[in-house]
């Protein structure tokens, strides 16, 4: 059974900063997502399983940081923070070594976290 916890998220000022963190049972291809309300799921971030090769959403380039641990833990640093980045951030998971970028291909989910960016 793949579990995902989550953690992190929380009201902040733009141009501030938070770190989430999602704890695996496992090692994993990994991947955050987002999505805001009336929106659809999107990729922000995505890491392989051995943490070597990542992947940014466009809108996230040179502000959001993900990367994990040897304890099956994925983190994503977010700086500079818009309002436009608030929604609910999940961790995914997918049982592969490579990049997954399609939200669709995520077989494992954590609960969410929400992330609330003012203005």
């Known amino acids: 059974q793949v579990q995902l916890v989550e953690s992190g998220g929380g009201l902040v000022q733009a141009g501030g900063s938070l770190r989430l963190s999602c704890a695996a049972s496992?090692?994993?291809?990994m991947g955050w997502l987002r999505q805001a309300p009336g929106k659809e799921r999107e990729l922000v971030a995505a890491?392989?399983?051995?943490?070597?090769?990542t992947n940014y959403a466009d809108s996230v380039k040179g502000r959001f940081t993900i990367s994990r641990d040897n304890a099956n833990t994925v983190y994503l640093q977010m700086n500079s923070l818009k309002p436009d980045d608030s929604a609910v951030y999940y961790c995914?998971?997918?049982?592969?070594?490579?990049?997954?970028?399609?939200?669709?291909?995520?077989?494992?989910w954590g609960q969410g976290t929400q992330v609330t960016v003012s203005s």
């Open positions: 496992g090692r994993y291809a």
């Open positions: 995914a998971a997918k049982v592969a070594w490579g990049l997954i970028t399609t939200p669709n291909e995520y077989r494992y």
């Open positions: 890491i392989t399983w051995s943490g070597g090769s």
